[in-house]
């Protein structure tokens, strides 16, 4: 199992940055396909961003591809999420999930969820 815990959020102005972190207890962190999911008021939950094991793949919604990044640091157990250029659209509560799966955007193969942390973009 894996625990996962999110910290970097807050309010922003838009066109500003945050970055997003995300600390994984465990000692198989490197086995796992990491990835971050959002949920804005009143909309479903959307996949933004997910990481293979090495980190050579990244997949990306196409609405954040080419403002957000996602990267892994398997020595820190950590993965992060680097938010530029920032929209009020963006605001949301993101997830920092994980899978022993293979890489996915279908947020039900991701058996391990955070609690979620707020991200506030505002006009």
């Known amino acids: 199992q894996v625990q996962l815990v999110e910290s970097g959020g807050g309010l922003v102005q ?17 086995s796992y396909v990491l990835g971050w999911f ?3 008021p ?17 997949n990306y919604a196409d609405s954040v ?5 996602i990267s892994r640091d398997n020595a820190k157990n950590t993965v992060y999420l680097q938010m530029n250029s ?8 993101y997830y920092c999930v994980a899978t022993s799966q293979l890489t996915t955007t279908a947020q039900g193969e991701y058996a391990y969820w955070g609690q ?5 973009v505002s006009s």
């Open 14 to 30: 838009a066109g500003g940055s945050l970055r997003l972190s995300c600390a994984a207890s465990g000692r198989t962190f490197s």
């Open 38 to 40: 959002r949920q804005a």
């Open 42 to 58: 009143g909309k479903e939950r959307e996949f933004v961003a997910a990481i293979t094991r090495s980190g050579v793949i990244r």
């Open 65 to 69: 591809k080419g403002r957000f990044t």
């Open 86 to 93: 920032l929209k009020p659209e963006d605001t949301a509560v």
């Open 116 to 120: 979620g942390t707020q991200v506030t």
